[in-house]
């Protein structure tokens, strides 16, 4: 098995920049692409970003491209999704997700392990 933990959400102005870690335990998973989403109740789950761990490749949706820049320490099994430049409109629960295969995955079935996700909220 593999776990998640989120971490470095929190409240803050519009604006502003957040940096979310994801911690990596369990099973070992050195090769497999990690991804970011986020959630608000009552809506899908939005895919917000992906990262390979071999190569560092990344991939992001057009709502966040500029803004947002996942990035990897494979020796410390952290993930990081720095946010800058928050609208109230990405208030959501982030969630950290890792899949099997290699290669950027966007789509939430696309994913074989979730965190509990770290709440994020931005105040216009």
């Known amino acids: 098995q593999v776990q998640l933990v989120e971490s470095g959400g929190g409240l803050v102005q519009a604006g502003a920049s957040l940096r979310l870690s994801c911690a990596v335990s369990?099973?070992?998973?050195?090769?497999?692409?990690m991804g970011w989403f986020r959630q608000v109740p009552g809506k899908e789950r939005e895919f917000v970003a992906s990262?390979?761990?071999?190569?560092?490749?990344?991939y992001y949706p057009d709502s966040v491209k500029g803004r947002f820049t996942i990035s990897r320490d494979n020796a410390k099994r952290t993930v990081y999704l720095e946010m800058n430049s928050l609208k109230p409109e990405d208030t959501a629960l982030y969630l950290c997700?890792?899949?099997?295969?290699?290669?950027?995955?966007?789509?939430?079935?696309?994913?074989?392990?979730w965190g509990q996700g770290t709440q994020v909220t931005v105040s216009s």
């Open positions: 997700a890792a899949r099997r295969l290699l290669n950027i995955g966007t789509l939430e079935r696309e994913y074989d392990y």
């Open positions: 369990g099973r070992t998973f050195s090769r497999n692409a």
């Open positions: 990262i390979t761990w071999i190569g560092g490749i990344t």
